[in-house]
């Protein structure tokens, strides 16, 4: 049986990140934790993008762009979204999270959520390099894992 686990070795590879603003004190937090793991394991200034959008619900579409356009092998999508007094918090969350998959799905290139839904700014602070860690980190390497995979086992040419 062949047995695949890939490692954490960026070198070579790039990555996209995408980032809503909404929120943005804690989603740069996020984007600064992936940003330090993906140069500690290797990837080089030049194949980092990062582009930010209004909020949570565009990161689909730009997420669509960066994997489309050929410059990176995995896509890594940042929001923070915090409930407020209605559950608009949950359709902007899960429409964010149905579009990411849908673009990974649809174009090949691994597409890590990182957009946190938090009930309130503790449980949004706890995971921006609080209490819980910090979820980019985690979103950082599952990328790069993802990219490794993709470049083992996924379509050729």
Known sequence: ???????????G??????A?????????????????????RGAEEQR????????SYELPLAARWLAEGGRVNAVLAFGVVIRGETEHFRLVADAASNGLLRVMLDTGVPVLNG????Y????AEARCGGTMGNRGADIAL????????????????
């Open 1 to 11: 049986m062949r047995e695949i686990r890939p490692g954490h070795d960026a070198t």
């Open 48 to 55: 980092l993008e990062l582009q930010w959008v209004p909020g």
């Open 142 to 157: 599952a990328a790069v894992q993802m990219a490794r995979l993709r470049a083992e086992v996924g379509p050729r040419g």
């Open 115 to 118: 957009v946190l839904a938090a």
């Open 120 to 123: 309130d700014a503790a449980q």
């Open 20 to 40: 809503a603003r909404f929120n943005e004190p804690l989603v740069q937090r996020l984007v600064q934790a992936a940003v330090e793991v993906l140069r500690a």
């Open 13 to 18: 590879l790039g990555f996209g990140l995408v």
